[in-house]
């Protein structure tokens, strides 16, 4: 079956633009995970969704940084003001057994603020 | 942050040879899990290994988990071109985020 998609699968844009990220989770995963890697920071946690509760937003770095999950499948993680420290590759995994099993990740937006 | 270790950081060897990491983490688990990653994208789930296993075997893989320690390592038999990648390990933490180590950089020379 299809797995996690993500788009675009590259983004560059200039410093101080919005931008926005999009996952397409596994059907029925009810769990929806957005991660952020970059060089010397390694793999960073940014928010988690579960169904119909509150977000864990506990990783997202700063104000600018913001995700929604609409009708509980596909997500949306927006950047504003983009900084180049930005700059990396946002992943997308979703989860549909709970938190003890593995998450199946997306490929990835590689994202360049220049 | 990160709250795992992983060593070493980059392993080279030859074809056929067998390669071995290992992760080290500071708090409880539930859990641990190994993942590879190619080229800087996606990540892909390998193997889950539970607290209360020692070890466990998926094909060419087999990850051992030493609680007391809280370490654990992922050895590939016979390894092969295609095996050359990042091997990350990650554990839960709190709200079902998982929490990465540092990853070892994996290079299969043919």
């Known amino acids: 079956g299809a797995g996690v998609s993500q788009s675009p699968s590259n983004k560059v844009t200039e410093k101080g633009k919005d931008v926005e990220l999009r996952c397409d989770p596994i059907?029925?995963?009810?769990?929806l995970y957005w991660y952020r890697q970059s060089l010397g920071q390694g793999l960073e946690f940014l928010i988690y969704f579960q169904g119909n509760s509150a977000p864990d937003k506990s990783g997202l770095p700063s104000d600018r940084f913001s995700a929604e999950r609409t009708g509980g499948s596909v997500s949306t993680l927006t950047i504003q003001r983009t900084q180049q420290e930005d700059s990396a590759v946002y992943l997308c995994a979703s989860n549909g057994q709970g938190a003890l099993n593995e998450q199946y990740f997306g490929p990835g937006t590689r994202l360049t603020v220049t | 942050s990160q709250q795992g270790e992983e060593d070493p950081q980059a392993l080279s060897i030859q074809e056929g040879e067998n390669a071995t990491m290992n992760c080290s983490y500071k708090t409880s688990i539930n859990n641990l899990q190994w993942y590879r990653q190619n080229s800087g994208r996606g990540l892909v789930h390998l193997i889950l290994?539970?607290?209360?296993?020692r070890e466990k075997h998926s094909g060419r893989l087999r990850v051992t988990l030493d609680t007391s320690k809280k370490s654990s390592s992922l050895l590939i038999t016979a390894s092969r071109a295609a095996d050359t990648a990042s091997y990350f390990c990650a554990r839960i933490q709190g709200a079902q985020k998982l929490v990465f180590g540092q990853g070892t950089r994996l290079t299969i020379n043919p």
């Open positions: 290994i539970r607290s209360n296993e």
């Open positions: 059907s029925g995963h009810t769990a």
